[in-house]
């Protein structure tokens, strides 16, 4: 990545860098806005390229157009659901992305130690360390948190936009009573080439970091960095058994549940008896009866915390 000085500045000033773009979601707010944004990178970059969404899925493409004009680094601002679908575009291009969590939900921010602060998500943005971490795959789209079907997917997708910008995390529990008594489906998963799991089960998730939807640590040992995907399946039924296992999770003993199975893996198929909706990054997809999983080892490169290695 290109810096600079200008003369004068003094030995004391930080260099600037270069060619940088910003991918805002125009709805999201954090600290003093766009504006205090856009003021925090102007004397800090030689080129700003700056673009606003009125909806993630538009993203991408916004994304794509700053690569090709040469942006060495992408700032995103916005949520999970944003964070996932600009990592969908960058992956394996190289150039990294800086997250400035203005979401709802900031789990892949959370989990790499950026703070809901905007002065700082700058800083590091522009100053920090960068890290290769590894993304998911699910049916051709990537993700950076986690993906899952059933249970989970019917979740997501009940909590629409306005219950969980008036709720916020209480959004999932709330939606999340309303789906406990949902069917079980014979599911069958291969991890590796090998079979895992062949029985009736209410929800399938797949993790590259340790907390996911609502902020539960569901898998206790996961890290984005080293090459595999936690893989977890429940076989939760009704009211008493999610009570159990939500439980079990939210006190960070998620194997110890006897309704739910985790282990870990590259690549993953499952395969499900009937049409289940799928979710990634807290994103419902629509309903699958299978789904495709890899990791991608390395696939994006993102500004955390921490000096410049």
């Excluded at 969590?101 to 959370?110: C, E």
């Excluded at 709720?167 to 590796?192: Q, S």
Aim: a positive charge; charged letters at 25%.
């Amino acid at each position: 990545m290109s810096t600079s000085s200008t003369a004068g500045d003094g030995p004391a000033a930080a260099a600037r860098v270069g060619t940088v773009a910003v991918v805002a979601h125009q709805k999201k707010t954090l600290g003093g806005g766009l504006d205090a944004l856009r003021a925090e990178l102007a004397g800090a970059v030689e080129q700003l390229i700056w673009y606003e969404v009125p909806k993630s899925r538009k993203a991408p493409k916004k994304v794509r157009k700053a690569l090709r004009k040469g942006a060495e680094l992408v700032f995103v601002w916005g949520g999970d659901g944003m964070v996932q679908r600009c990592a969908d575009a960058l992956a394996g291009s190289g150039t990294a992305m800086a997250i400035v969590p203005a979401g709802t939900a900031n789990l892949f921010a959370a989990n790499l130690g950026i703070p809901e602060d905007l002065p700082e998500a700058v800083r590091i943005g522009l100053h920090g360390r960068r890290r290769a971490l590894d993304l998911g795959r699910v049916n051709g789209e990537h993700f950076a948190v986690m993906a899952g079907a059933g249970f989970d997917g019917d979740l997501i997708r009940e909590a629409d936009r306005t219950l969980k910008g008036k709720l916020g995390r209480l959004a999932y529990m709330w939606t999340g009573l309303r789906h406990v008594r949902g069917e079980l489906v014979r599911t069958r998963i291969t991890v590796d080439g090998a079979d895992w799991f062949d029985g009736d089960a209410s929800c399938v998730l797949f993790g590259n970091v340790g907390t996911i939807t609502g902020g539960i640590p569901a898998f206790d040992d996961a890290r984005p960095d080293d090459g595999c995907l936690e893989v977890g399946v429940s076989t939760a039924d009704g009211a008493v058994d999610w009570a159990r296992t939500l439980g079990r999770m939210a006190a960070g003993r998620s194997e110890e549940s006897p309704f739910v199975r985790i282990t870990r893996g590259r690549r993953i198929k499952v395969r499900l008896a009937a049409p289940r909706t799928y979710e990634l990054d807290g994103g419902a997809r629509g309903e699958t009866t299978r789904l495709k999983v890899r990791v991608v080892p390395g696939a994006l490169t993102v500004c955390c915390p921490g000096p410049v290695s």
